[in-house]
């Protein structure tokens, strides 16, 4: 166990490093040149030369390597050729807005998935099984940013419920003091008692939550089902019913409870789909998140801030992989 | 004789496919997705003889009939050239599926050698393969295209093959696991005893022995593949303008959008249809081709 365990960390740390030299060559063979990019269109060629020797691009290949791995383990990503920040102050800005969108969503897959697959088992090959079944295969099927612009079509214009976009209203920004505790604007306003904020902010995050929600609430719908009509047929339920206990206490006391496991490794495994599904929405509804930083980004070619978005998603997606491996490994069912 | 022989050889696949086609008969939404599958091929084939207006497919602009809503005339009404939406949304199956065949069969060419080599000559060249798929499937889906296409420059081209190098770790794996239980096989320890070159066996041998999972697979990614396309080319890294891709078409409505709302709502209509009808037929397709689901 604890031999597995070490052994996966370092595979991590292997695949980590592969990935942070597949971004750095990426990034050393962009066309356009970036100590030009850097200095502006009116530079001179002296001044190209001496940005160059700044932004250590004369060095020999593997010497930048080096640099560039060094600077990443100190947190340093560059800097933004658009914004000129630090990338690392600009994911600081721009994680919260995303983290925010990408938990509530996967809080409202777990509160819509779990029943939902859990009524599909119990109703297994009947219509709502069937219903569930193209639900989550169309979830996946649906190109997320059409499905943004359809729900601003039916909420915005035609009844006039929710926002077209962003994140809070103008007049409350300028009535009210924001707080800024985590920069996850729900959870600030609600630590802090400001209704006023979280209702304000709430109304906005709604639509473009439940956009994201679709894909993993189908996903989670599908493995509890599969996962419980799996246990259903173990021996120890088998043994509960016989005991004459109530099918609703089986259920939701004895089954459900070991179906949770495989529940939190598929929204684990699914984070990385939805992290992408969450770039594109923000650019819909205009959420000030890493997916408008990417997309404004990839339009002005600004390859240290697109590198750093990637290093940082990848490593997240590792990570989460590491853990949802050593929960599974955690299993005293599972002998490795 | 030897044809005699050659038939003998081929019945128990026939009567395999067969039985593939009695359980495709048996579920009807797998049946329906693979009839509307093969429409879909036939419209992006003949959409240019289909289509209305078929100058309107590129970039002939007819602005005096700008954004105009769906009528009798226009289906899908008409965008801010004047141009018929329907003949282009048609005209963009034949974009979305020939670039999906594309991205696929590069990711194969890419994928399918590797895992065979990984598969069968197993050590240290299986390690450092596995061990590169492995790195690249830690980026999220989309991100990896998203920056190999910024250093190749948007373009369909460039995104056919920022696709397919994001994708083709996925064929790695699948004919790896292939070839590993081929080369146990009689067949392949023979060439071996004969002192056939280790090339020919994993290319004459074992590759076109994993060629037909590779296949099946090959065509479930056609849907998320789709879906990348118009997702790429929504973040304009794609398609780029006038060729009528349906991402692209959403990306340039987002100008006219909420008063022009079918020219957003028809091309993702039209993305949707085309990816659920690959997704649940790739679906089906697993379930009768699955051992275990298919006795019963």
Not at chain 2, 127 to 132: A, G, S
Request: charged letters at 15%.
């Amino acid at each position: 166990m604890g031999k597995y365990v070490i052994r996966r960390i370092l595979l991590g740390l292997i695949v980590l490093l592969g990935v942070v030299t597949i971004t750095f060559i990426i990034a050393r063979m962009i066309p356009s040149d970036p100590a030009a990019k850097w200095v502006g269109p009116r530079a001179t060629p002296s001044q190209i030369e001496q940005a160059k020797i700044e932004l250590g691009l004369n060095d020999p290949i593997p010497v930048q390597f080096i640099n560039y791995v060094t600077d990443l383990t100190q947190g340093d990503l560059g800097r933004s050729l658009r914004t000129r920040q630090p990338v690392v102050d600009d994911l600081k800005a721009y994680i919260p807005p995303t983290l925010e969108l990408v938990v509530l969503a996967f809080l409202i897959a777990i509160i819509i998935g779990i029943p939902l697959g859990i009524y599909s088992a119990k109703m297994k090959d009947r219509l709502l099984d069937h219903v569930s079944r193209l639900f989550s295969i169309g979830a996946v099927s649906l190109p997320t940013f059409w499905v943004a612009l359809f729900f601003q079509l039916i909420f915005y214009k035609l009844l006039g419920l929710f926002p077209l976009g962003g994140r809070i209203s103008t007049e409350t920004t300028i009535l009210y003091d924001i707080p800024r505790i985590t920069g996850m604007l729900i959870f600030d306003s609600f630590v802090t008692g400001n209704w006023v904020i979280f209702k304000d902010a709430l109304w906005h995050i709604i639509l473009p939550c439940v956009t994201i929600a679709l894909y993993p609430i189908g996903l989670v719908a599908r493995m509890t089902r599969s996962a419980l009509l799996e246990i259903l047929n173990e021996d120890y339920i088998t043994a509960a019913r016989s005991y004459g206990l109530k099918e609703s206490l089986v259920l939701w006391r004895y089954a459900l409870k070991n179906t949770l496991g495989s529940t939190a490794i598929v929204l684990t495994l699914s984070l990385g789909y939805t992290l992408v599904n969450t770039f594109l929405v923000e650019t819909i509804f205009s959420w000030p998140g890493l997916g408008n930083y990417v997309a404004t980004s990839v339009v002005t070619l600004d390859y240290p801030s697109i590198m750093g978005v990637t290093i940082f998603s990848a490593t997240t997606y590792i990570l989460l992989n590491l853990i949802a491996d050593i929960i599974i490994a955690m299993d005293p069912r599972i002998r490795l | 004789m030897e044809k005699n022989k050659f038939i003998e050889t081929l019945k128990p696949r026939i009567k395999e496919l067969k039985f593939s086609l009695y359980l495709l008969n048996r579920n009807w939404l797998t049946k329906v997705s693979f009839y509307i599958a093969i429409l879909l091929f036939l419209l992006a084939i003949f959409s240019q003889v289909i289509s209305p207006f078929p100058g309107h497919i590129m970039d002939e602009a007819n602005v005096s009939q700008k954004l105009l809503p769906p009528t009798s005339v226009n289906f899908y009404g008409t965008d801010e050239l004047g141009r018929d939406i329907f003949s282009r949304v048609l005209y963009g199956t034949r974009v979305s599926l020939t670039t999906a065949i594309l991205s696929v069969g590069l990711a194969l060419l890419i994928g399918v050698p590797l895992g065979a080599i990984a598969g069968t000559l197993g050590g240290w060249i299986d390690e450092v393969i596995m061990r590169i798929t492995d790195i690249f499937l830690s980026f999220p889906p989309l991100l990896l295209a998203i920056a190999l296409v910024s250093i190749l420059g948007p373009g369909l081209e460039n995104a056919m093959i920022a696709i397919a190098l994001s994708w083709w770790p996925w064929y790695t794996r699948l004919v790896r696991g292939q070839a590993i239980s081929m080369k146990e096989r009689k067949f392949v320890q023979a060439a071996e005893a004969i002192g056939t070159p280790t090339w020919k066996i994993i290319f004459k041998h074992i590759v076109p022995n994993t060629i037909s999972p590779v296949i099946v697979q090959a065509s479930m990614d056609m849907g998320g593949v789709i879906l990348t396309v118009a997702s790429l080319s929504f973040l304009g890294l794609g398609a780029q303008p006038p060729i009528p891709e349906w991402g692209l078409m959403i990306s340039t409505s987002r100008n006219y959008f909420p008063d022009a709302w079918w020219y957003s709502i028809f091309p993702g209509l039209a993305i949707f249809i085309t990816v659920l009808v690959f997704n649940l037929l790739g679906d089906g397709l697993r379930e009768i081709l699955d051992p275990k689901t298919r006795k019963n």
